[in-house]
């Protein structure tokens, strides 16, 4: 089994900033892509920020400038650091990993539990 276990989420100002790290834990051979969704109640879940295992970047445009993904592959831990947060990011924040298990197993989508973000204005 895999487990995906999210930390740092919170309450800040506008304009503050938070660190989001997610480790991943269990029967892992790789890690492919991580990634960060946020997702208000009632509407889909949205990529935020992802990163491949070269550390390729990809970020949604509303957080570009802003947000910064990051990951530590000996860790199985990817990190989401969020400046100049505004009422809008306010959200839950999912983290995301597609694992292989084994040398000849597919690659398995994994989520975390999710970490609440709330930025007042």
């Known amino acids: 089994q895999v487990r995906l276990v999210e930390s740092g989420g919170g309450l800040v100002q506008a304009g503050g900033s938070l660190r989001l790290s997610c480790a991943a834990s269990g029967s892992i051979f790789r890690i492919n892509d991580m990634g960060w969704y946020r997702q208000v109640p009632g509407k889909q879940r949205e990529l935020v920020a992802a990163?491949?295992?070269?550390?390729?970047?990809n970020y949604a445009d509303s957080v570009k400038g802003r947000f910064t993904i990051s990951r530590d592959n000996a860790k199985n831990t990817v990190y989401l650091q969020m400046n100049s947060l505004k009422p809008e990011d306010t959200d839950v924040y999912y983290c995301n990993a597609m694992v292989q298990r084994t040398f000849t197993a597919d690659p398995w989508n994994y989520w975390g539990q999710g970490t609440q973000v709330t930025v007042s204005s």
């Open positions: 990163i491949t295992s070269g550390g390729s970047t």
